[in-house]
């Protein structure tokens, strides 16, 4: 791969005139990037210290409004500004767009320069930091899937995003012939990506007409969440190009299958030492792995507001759709929320099936790695293995059915209460409930449909 740049590489680059738009980017609360483009000299001479945003970024919801509530922010604070840090390790060339670098940036306050406490990058540098002051390190890979459309972006916003064409007209899981079809789109999105500094291993149909799948290498954890980030914007941006249109809603259809962000994770120690790995423990895991995975199983209620943020990730968790409904874990077992992958190796972990394509990869991972880690420092005991469909399953642990109680186990939560910060969870849980007023009050086709005649 060549896309990784330093500094001075830029600078040359600048120099040449191969490089003359720097974007610089935050993470905002939806994972989406939020920035600025910057011509490249004046990136490369000033802005490569810091640049500044408004502070409202992390206080809106999808639709960019200024939600009423917020402590962080507000018309009466003035909505001021934050400091945007670029850090250059994340310096990368942008292949699909013109002459274009793109560097992520930590949110810090204006005046004190301190991280954000709320910002999704901070978050998760806090777990990775207390992981990492006990001497572990957190690796992580997060599958990607979405739909693949016909009609461009702006074609689906004219059309309502109604009678919208998938891709393909059938279940392409796997499937070589049909995916030929798309590869002006996916392979343009793997190289597009490889060439972005981001080691693409495969793409692959899903279970449904027009769904995809991307997979990226195995990483560092906040490496891992910022190619996530990346991923859903390059994805977006490429068939934007091409005239095609990409979805990354949990459930865009209620007839097609949910897309889903399987999220894998294992611990290694500051040396790279798998630490899940322990060839007398069942399936090969040792006890800090089976204390992480109780620890996510103990907390599951509790985060899955950071697996599922949206009303619309609630319409995915349906049986037999290879979407959980029970939080329980099992060996190689896709009905299961938690499922133990690689077992009697040395990369068995876990992989989290809960969480859906519109996750914030940041505050998901966060939201596992403080489970794992609260899980760990109790040595909680590993419940018995479910075994068979756990669809069918009767009294285990289910996954919330809306986000309305997602939130409340959320607000009630002491462990990422104390993990996070109190004031960083009332940020999200007043979130989380705005975007439930929003939907309640809102009139839907649905009840139309059914009620405009027969009501």
Avoid at 187 to 216: F, M, T
Wanted: proline share 4%.
């Amino acid at each position: 791969m060549t896309g990784k740049l330093s500094l001075d590489d830029l600078r040359q680059e600048v120099q040449t005139g191969a490089i003359d738009t720097v974007i610089a980017a935050q993470v905002d609360m939806q994972g989406r990037l939020v920035g600025k483009r910057f011509h490249a000299r004046h990136f490369v001479d000033h802005a490569w210290e810091e640049t500044h945003s408004c502070n409202y970024l992390l206080a809106t919801d999808m639709e960019m409004e200024t939600v009423p509530g917020y402590k962080a922010t507000s018309w009466e604070a003035g909505y001021g500004d934050y400091t945007m840090r670029p850090d250059l390790d994340t310096l990368r060339r942008i292949p699909w767009l013109e002459g274009t670098a793109l560097v992520l940036c930590d949110t810090l306050d204006h005046a004190s320069h301190k991280p954000v406490p709320h910002a999704p990058r901070s978050i998760l540098q806090a777990q990775v930091a207390r992981l990492e002051g006990i001497g572990l390190k957190a690796m992580m890979a997060s599958e990607l899937e979405f739909f693949l459309f016909k009609e461009s972006f702006a074609q689906a916003h004219a059309q309502g995003y109604r009678g919208l064409s998938p891709i393909s007209p059938y279940n392409e899981d796997y499937h070589i012939f049909q995916t030929t079809k798309e590869e002006a789109v996916m392979r343009a999105i793997r190289n597009g990506l490889h060439g972005a500094d981001i080691p693409v291993e495969n793409s692959k149909g899903e279970a449904w007409a027009g769904q995809e799948e991307i997979n990226v290498r195995y990483a560092d954890a906040l490496i891992m969440a910022d190619r996530h980030a990346l991923i859903k914007n390059a994805c977006k941006e490429i068939a934007w190009q091409q005239g095609y249109a990409i979805s990354f809603m949990a459930k865009w259809d209620y007839s097609a299958a949910g897309s889903s962000a399987h999220v894998h994770q294992s611990l290694v120690g500051l040396d790279g030492t798998p630490v899940f790995h322990d060839p007398e423990g069942p399936y090969g895991m040792s006890a800090t792995m089976r204390h992480y995975l109780a620890g996510l199983l103990h907390h599951a209620g509790a985060i899955t507001f950071f697996l599922a943020p949206h009303i619309n990730s609630y319409k995915r968790f349906q049986a037999g759709t290879f979407a959980p409904t029970k939080a329980i874990w099992s060996l190689d077992n896709r009905t299961a929320g938690y499922r133990v992958c690689g077992p009697d190796t040395k990369a068995v972990r876990v992989e989290c099936r809960v969480g859906g394509a519109d996750l914030n990869g940041h505050l998901a991972f966060a939201a596992l790695l403080a489970a794992g880690l609260d899980g760990i420092e109790r040595k909680l005991e590993l419940e018995p293995e479910f075994q068979g469909n756990a669809y069918a399953g009767e009294a285990v642990r289910e996954i919330p059915k809306t986000l309305r109680a997602a939130t409340e186990l959320m607000d009630r939560s002491e462990m990422l209460r104390q993990a996070f910060g109190s004031d960083v969870i009332d940020h999200y849980v007043h979130a989380a409930r705005w975007e439930q007023l929003e939907y309640d009050r809102r009139v839907t086709d649905w009840e139309i449909a059914r009620g405009f005649e027969r009501a």
